[in-house]
């Protein structure tokens, strides 16, 4: 997936900038470069998807970001799959629980599972730069997708950005951030 360079904007209302603090320095949107390196340096994700009835279903992931879109993989018949075999529009969500501290990064995008052997390869060294060989298997395969990826169990998705949201608090200050790619 290539890289796209989104449409950077910092929404006003949810932001100090209408309202800012004493000292504080203008608010100003956050770039996409910085966002993107934020969703590199995150470890834990949460994926939201949406069961053939409607209801949310929002469980943690690890995910990679690789050219342009974050990878995480479930098996095919844990609930995440079965919701995105249904509807595959999802949002990773990582961040911090801070309310005075932070920034939070939404990724809205459709899921896409990987199915080229070469860009799963480049997917898998992306994860083992990020956590390390223990995501791997000896083989160089995913802990349960290896085998499980082969014969069809597990699957890894790709979410290509389509909006995405940047929440940043910093001892009172808050900014708010919309891309649209």
Known sequence: MP??????????????????RPG?????????????????????????TVRPGGRLHVTPCIAAWHDGALYFS????????????HDAHCALTTGTNSLTGGFDLVVEGTA?????RAL????????????????TSPEGTFHGIG???????AVVFAVAPDTA?????????????????
Not at 74 to 85: C, D, F, I, V, Y
Not at 120 to 135: C, D, N, W
């Open 120 to 135: 799963l390869e480049e997917v898998i060294t992306a994860f083992e730069t990020k956590y390390g060989p223990h995501i």
């Open 3 to 20: 890289a796209q360079t989104p449409t950077t904007e910092l929404d006003a209302r949810y932001s100090s900038a209408l309202n800012p």
């Open 147 to 153: 085998d499980e990826f082969r014969s069809g169990d």
């Open 112 to 116: 896409e599972a990987v199915a080229d």
């Open 24 to 48: 504080a320095s203008e608010v100003t949107a956050t770039e996409w470069a910085e966002a993107r390196r934020r969703l590199e340096a995150a470890e834990i994700f949460w994926v939201s």
């Open 74 to 85: 479930t098996g095919r018949g844990e609930q995440k799959a079965k919701n995105l075999a």
């Open 165 to 181: 949201y940047g929440f940043g608090r910093d001892n009172g200050v808050y900014s708010h951030t919309r891309w649209t790619f």
